[in-house]
């Protein structure tokens, strides 16, 4: 029997006026794997995943998480999306534990009033993320790793089945780096799907099961070590990529 794929892209593309973003993308990813988007800047990416989120809409094309829209299944919480550092307000006055405890408001009443099982989410996402001491720092102040720790584990208190990470390794400390791989894994391992877009090449193979060049178009869908083959990359980032990986 065939798994119903979390995420289903078909034939999507994406125009920012004249310019062309996405051209018919395609890609499907399935419960329980990690998969690793590559591509140099501009290539897409950060579109794909705003397209996957809902928040663009495609000039053609369909998306369905777990065979819904991307606006119902948003509702249902099971988008789990860690921007990149530059989308993110960080003079805003919350707390680390304010951050983490956003991914709950889909859990809580009108009123946005969290109870004890909200709590206790946001304590054990803390834990895992190893950012318990710090959980009532301004999340302005904490370094480049420390914030991305932060919104995975408002991912893992929402309960999210579908994570998108954009850059989560760009600026971090290597505790981090290492904190949020082994965390990915362990996610993948009890079921959810994640989609993470990295340009760290040599960490791909640990930290992916598949991987996905892009350059406004899929180019390739496969196996890290054959999609990071030379001739390969090559087609996305130019000859020069062969001397630098």
């Not at 794929?5 to 890609?27: F, I, K, M, N």
């Not at 860690?82 to 951050?99: A, G, I």
Request: proline share 4%; hydrophobic share 40%; glycine share 10%.
């Amino acid at each position: 029997m065939t798994t119903q794929p979390a995420v289903e892209v078909r034939d999507v593309t994406v125009h920012y006026g004249d310019v062309l973003a996405l051209d018919q993308v395609s890609l499907a990813l399935q419960p329980g794997r990690v998969c690793g988007l590559v591509g140099m800047n501009g290539s897409g990416k950060s579109t794909l995943f705003k397209t996957i989120m809902g928040t663009v809409k495609p000039d053609s094309g369909t998306v369905r998480i777990n065979g819904t829209a991307p606006a119902a299944a948003r509702k249902t919480g099971v988008l789990g999306y860690v921007p990149q550092s530059e989308d993110v307000d960080w003079t805003f006055p919350l707390s680390v534990r304010d951050v983490v405890m956003t991914g709950r408001y889909g859990h809580m009443g009108l009123t946005r009033r969290p109870g004890r099982a909200d709590r206790e989410a946001v304590d054990h996402a803390l834990e895992r993320v190893e950012l318990t001491e710090l959980a009532d720092r301004q999340i302005g102040q904490l370094s480049g790793g420390q914030k991305k720790r932060t919104f995975v584990a408002r991912g893992i208190a929402q309960g999210a089945t579908i994570l998108l990470l954009d850059e989560p390794f760009a600026g971090v400390d290597k505790r981090s780096e290492a904190t949020i791989t082994a965390l990915l894994r362990e996610l993948a391992a009890a079921g959810a799907a994640i989609l993470v877009s990295t340009h760290d090449l040599h960490a791909l193979p640990t930290l992916a099961d598949e991987a996905i060049l892009l350059m406004r178009t899929v180019l390739m869908h496969g196996d890290p070590t054959v999609v990071l083959q030379p001739e390969n990359l090559a087609a996305a980032f130019g000859l020069d990529v062969m001397t630098r990986t």
